[in-house]
């Protein structure tokens, strides 16, 4: 889970009435308009028909979600707002005091949905895996979090922002790469912005394995307002753009979160390469590159000199046409070695800000680990777990940082030390870079030298 909003310490929310309702700010299903869905719920009606409660853990192949509605609730009680999300995904201030938007952060209320046509925009359920505590932990998902739309923010409506703020949330267009802000990928002014929003605490899903799909109040109360926190000062974080009361269901949830156009992790690669579905492989790196980093001219290229990398930093630049092959005569680098080039830099960026500000994200496995290059905020503490309540102290975030984007390597290409020029969308890296978990220290050390 991992998402942003753009950010300014400078700015404030707008006056009321400025915006539109929630009902009333243009919504997209993206995701999975472009990305193959559950077989056993090929098309929304044939999940909405489906008694909700038929709707639990098992098995999932040969897709990246599933069609999946929240689970309705009694008696919701809006709790808190942020008024830099509402402001910042354009909903007008005062629409929280309204029945449709108490109803929608509650999950009771499916925007885009006919009921009567049993047709338009649906929930849905990412699947995907991933290592934790460095152990592969098979199938994990969205066990209590459903996606509910996507909205873009028009250019007109993006908020001013000041020289200390930046934000990796924003489809960046090409640049020469001439200073850290450009290497943070921040947007450039007035570009239009699409988010994801999800429900955190919907109910189960075919992920929920053991869980209940619920969400503590205890941790949504910390991650609502840490989450606001890291963002107004920059750092790359989740938002919550809600907290809502259930008093009629034991365990009370939930927050709505705005994603920064894809909530999209490590793991989806993760999963798939364990299954060793190569087709999806390619459609999800393709559909990451093109729709969400902005296209593959977009993506950053490879330094000047990977050897000097201190002198050399800032000679990425962007604009690489699509089938550019970069690098010396038999270590040549392809658009999908850009490709995870530009998620490693976007991470590295956050975790160098987590660095500066002394946070600590201690659950930071690779299946909430972002291929947009911010983290879903989990962990307050570097030696408690939060969902356990244990002082084990198993947790250090920058080597687990380091670990995940290791892992992304092996997650992103099965194939990837036979990689050829016949064979295009497989990434191609010198035989140098490390082969498995032992190699963290070397991956540690070509982060901070910026050898990527």
């Known amino acids: 889970m991992a998402a942003l909003l753009s950010s300014s310490s400078s700015s404030s929310a707008g006056a009321a009435g400025e915006g539109a309702s929630i009902n ?58 942020s008024p830099a999300a509402m402001r910042d995904l354009g909903i007008r201030r005062g629409d929280e005091k309204t029945d449709d938007f108490v109803q929608t952060v509650a999950g009771n209320k499916i925007q885009g949905w ?82 994801e929003l999800q429900l955190k605490g919907a109910g189960m899903t075919p992920y929920s394995r053991f869980a209940d799909g619920k969400a503590v109040l205890r941790s949504s109360i910390r991650e609502f307002v840490v989450s606001e926190y890291l963002h107004a000062l920059g750092i790359p974080s989740t938002r919550a753009l809600s907290l809502t009361l259930l008093p009629k269901v034991k365990v009370r949830r939930e927050t709505l979160e705005p994603g920064a156009i894809s909530w999209m992790r490590i793991g989806n690669f ?99 680990t972002s291929l947009f290059g911010h983290n879903s905020l989990n962990q307050l503490c570097p030696r408690e777990d939060p969902r356990t309540r244990e002082r084990a102290g198993r947790s250090k975030g920058t080597l687990k940082a380091v670990f995940s984007k290791q892992k992304s390597a092996t997650a992103s290409s099965p194939a990837s030390r036979q990689a050829s020029q016949a064979d295009p969308w497989t990434l191609s890296f010198p035989p140098s870079w490390p082969n498995d978990c032992n190699s963290i220290i070397l991956i540690l050390k070509t982060l901070s030298l910026g050898h990527f």
Request: hydrophobic letters at 35%.
């Open 24 to 81: 009333d700010i243009p919504k997209t299903w993206n995701f999975t308009s472009k990305l193959p869905a559950d077989a056993r719920y090929p098309t929304p009606a044939d999940s909405h028909k489906t008694p909700r409660d038929d709707i639990g853990p098992r098995q999932v192949r040969d897709a990246i979600f599933t069609w999946v509605r929240p689970q309705p609730v009694e008696s919701p009680e809006l709790l808190a707002v």
């Open 114 to 195: 006919d009921e009567d046509k049993q047709t338009g925009g649906y929930p849905w359920a990412q699947c995907y895996g991933g290592f934790q505590f460095g152990s592969w932990a098979g199938q994990l998902g969205d066990g209590r979090a459903i996606s509910v739309f996507e909205t873009t923010r028009p250019a007109q409506q993006s908020p001013a922002t000041n020289g200390a703020s930046s934000s990796v949330s924003e489809q960046t267009s090409p640049g020469n790469g001439e200073d850290v802000d450009k290497l943070s990928l921040r947007a450039p002014p007035g570009a239009p912005v699409r988010y």
């Open 270 to 368: 993760d999963i798939l390469r364990a299954r060793g579905d190569r087709d999806l492989i390619r459609k999800l790196a393709t559909y990451l590159a093109e729709d969400v980093l902005g296209g593959w001219e977009a993506l950053s290229s490879r330094l000047d000199d990977p050897e000097k990398a201190t002198e050399t930093a800032y000679t990425a630049k962007r604009g690489v046409a699509r089938d550019a092959l970069e690098g010396p005569e038999g270590l040549e680098e392809n658009r999908f070695a850009r490709l995870y080039r530009e998620v490693v830099r976007r991470n590295a960026v956050t975790v160098a800000k987590w660095q500066a500000y002394g946070f600590m994200n201690g659950v930071l496995n690779t299946d909430n």
